[in-house]
């Protein structure tokens, strides 16, 4: 038995080592040594339905719960903020421009207006988007998709081609101008295409100026935004604009306003309207007499102001030239008027301030006596001469401003103080600010007496060493006729409301400048100046007395010397109405205000006066002696 034993044990071991040294080898003979299974197990019990049905429902009812969940919160909790977003998104927002107010003359002539125009646009992107459907065009053809179906409907409207206009659809710019100031009855029939998605359309307005040249450069211009950029366009622009609304609506995927949607809308407010005190009827006459006055005289331009003295109104302010607001092709519209831009010295139309100082001093009477040869040197050395030789004159006051005497003028400046004729330099207006607001005004110069060398103190007495413009040259007529109460020009009457009722502007009280008895004696001073007997005779206007003064003023330009000629008169001179100044720059035929401007003033105060039904002049008294 132990024998046996000790064989099976070393049986065990030998097969234990084979075993070890298969497996080292990858088997006998290179092949794969499986190991033994055991026995096959027993099936187990079968799957049960139920359980899977359960886990099934508690998945469903988890899905269901997060839904419900998501559901109250987006129809509860972030319900309302969804659809103010989805509202807003379908919201368009038009700003809807304030309709510009009219200017008016004082009768209601209307000089500027404002039309409805509208601004068609393409946006390219939407475009793109187009369907022609079962559409056709107006010859019958299906209208295409995209760019080339805009056109085809759109084209005829705008009477374009539709290869022109398709190029200018085709892109991807969400904004593109296609016509502009596109009239209202062209609008509404873009808008029965129902391309409102596709080709956007903005009311603006168009300024019209129904008188054309009538009172061109100073109802002045506006520009492409509507904004007043020059003369009473560019002056009361608060008054005229208003102010701009917003239109707020609901619209549908194609742009089309949904009926009864949502509408948040702030009306414009229209602008004022501005009545001014122009008549058209005198502006014209003014412009027509002084065109054909620069025809005729060869002069660089001319300007004539008509004033009512009464109460400061002025009547017309006329430039020569043709400026017509609605030709935006020339820059002559943006000028604006020369009667406040322009600078000159008044000539002799300026002795009537010196004479007025004298009479309201005291230092002289009209019938004063004075000595006057055509040159005359004063005590501090500085000679003086007429505009022509003439033997020695015995003249009184009157005379020397008939006669339009420097050397005679220079002589009654002895006796008004430098400081004293200063002072009523500016009280009559001049170095100050017509109260106009025109756009471009120059208030010309007047030096204080502490920069008056020795021939200024007396060059200042008969017109020159000071600049103004015209319309403080007429002021200063102006002031005498109103028995001398100076009086703040104006072109505004007033501004009428959206109701139809007019405001009257407020005016300054007017200011006393000299007396009225001298206002009286130097009225029938200057009567003599349209007398037989003065320089002005080409000025009397048949039935009427007028008073008023010539002027002939230096101006050194382009390193020469040329001249401005000048007649300002009022009439009827026994009961003033109007002032009417003439100015003509560098006329060829004549330099003397008397020669070339008189002839205007008749005409214009000639018509003035018939058009407001004055009534003709009494007799002329005595006439003032002009000689002893």
Excluded: C
């Excluded at 006051?397 to 400081?419: C, D, F, M, Y």
């Excluded at 009225?523 to 000025?539: F, I, K, Y």
Aim: proline residues 7%; hydrophobic residues 35%; aromatic residues 6%.
């Amino acid at each position: 038995m132990a024998s046996r034993r000790k064989a099976s044990g070393t049986g065990g071991s030998r097969t234990s080592a084979v075993r070890q040294a298969v497996s080292r080898s990858g088997g006998i003979g290179g092949g794969v040594v499986r190991r033994r299974q055991g026995p096959p197990q027993p099936p187990g019990p079968p799957a049960s339905p139920e359980r899977r049905q359960r886990w099934l429902l508690v998945i469903a009812t988890l899905v269901v719960v997060v839904f419900v969940a998501r559901l109250v919160q987006v129809q509860v909790f972030e319900g309302p903020a969804l659809a103010a977003t989805a509202l807003e998104n379908r919201m368009a927002t038009v700003v809807v421009p304030a309709h510009r107010g009219q200017i008016t003359d004082r009768d209601g002539v209307v000089l500027a207006t404002s039309v409805d125009r509208y601004t068609v646009a393409a946006d390219q992107q939407a475009i793109q988007t187009f369907r022609g459907g079962s559409r056709v065009d107006a010859e019958g053809e299906p209208v295409e998709d995209g760019a080339l179906g805009v056109a085809q409907l759109l084209a005829p409207i705008l009477g374009t081609t539709k290869a022109e206009l398709a190029a200018q659809l085709n892109g991807d710019r969400r904004y593109v101008v296609l016509a502009r100031n596109v009239e209202p009855e062209t609008q509404r029939k873009i808008r029965e295409l129902r391309l409102q998605a596709y080709v956007p359309m903005e009311l603006t307005s168009k300024r019209t100026y129904p008188s054309g040249t009538v009172a061109g450069p100073l109802v002045g211009f506006v520009d492409a935004d509507q904004v007043g950029q020059g003369g009473i366009e560019r002056a009361y622009d608060d008054v005229l604009a208003g102010k701009a609304g917003v239109d707020r609506y609901e619209r549908s995927r194609d742009g089309v306003r949904i009926p009864g949607g949502a509408e948040d809308s702030t009306p414009a407010q229209p602008g004022g309207d501005v009545v001014l005190t122009i008549d058209h009827d005198i502006q014209w006459k003014a412009e027509d007499s002084i065109d054909e006055a620069v025809a005729r005289t060869g002069a660089s331009y001319g300007i004539v102001v008509v004033e009512d003295l009464r109460t400061g109104e002025l009547m017309a302010i006329a430039d020569s030239g043709d400026v017509d607001p609605n030709d935006r092709t020339s820059a002559n519209v943006a000028k604006g008027s020369r009667a406040v831009q322009d600078t000159f010295e008044p000539g002799s139309t300026g002795k009537v301030i010196t004479m007025a100082a004298a009479l309201e001093t005291g230092a002289w009477q009209p019938d004063s006596q004075f000595t006057v040869p055509d040159r005359f040197t004063t005590p501090n050395g500085q000679t003086f001469r007429d505009s022509h030789d003439h033997p020695v004159q015995q003249l009184t006051l009157a005379g020397i401003l008939a006669h339009s005497s420097n050397s005679g003028t220079v002589q009654v400046a002895e006796k008004i103080p430098p400081q004293v004729q200063y002072d009523y330099l500016k009280k009559f207006g001049l170095g100050e600010s017509t109260g106009l607001d025109l756009p471009g005004e120059s208030r010309g110069t007047v030096h204080p007496v502490d920069r008056w060398d020795a021939r200024t103190r007396y060059a200042v007495t008969f017109g020159q060493a000071l600049t103004v413009n015209a319309m403080q040259a007429t002021s200063v007529f102006s002031t005498i006729g109103n028995g001398g109460v100076r009086l703040q020009p104006t072109l505004l009457k007033g501004t009428r409301t959206a109701d139809g009722e007019l405001e009257p502007v407020e005016r300054p009280e007017g200011t006393r400048v000299v007396s009225e008895e001298t206002a009286a004696s130097l009225l029938h001073m200057m009567e003599e100046v349209t007398s037989e007997e003065g320089t002005a005779v080409g000025a009397q206007v048949p039935g009427y007395r007028v008073a008023g003064k010539t002027g002939t003023a230096q101006i050194f330009e382009g390193g020469g010397v040329t001249y401005m000629a000048s007649f300002i008169g009022v009439a009827p001179a026994d009961d003033p109405r109007f002032t009417v100044s003439v100015f003509l720059k560098s006329p060829k035929t004549s330099i003397f205000g008397g020669v070339v401007a008189a002839p205007v003033f008749r005409d214009v105060m000639g018509f003035a006066l018939q058009k407001e039904g004055v009534p003709p002049s009494s007799p002329a008294g005595e006439p003032l002696p002009l000689e002893w």
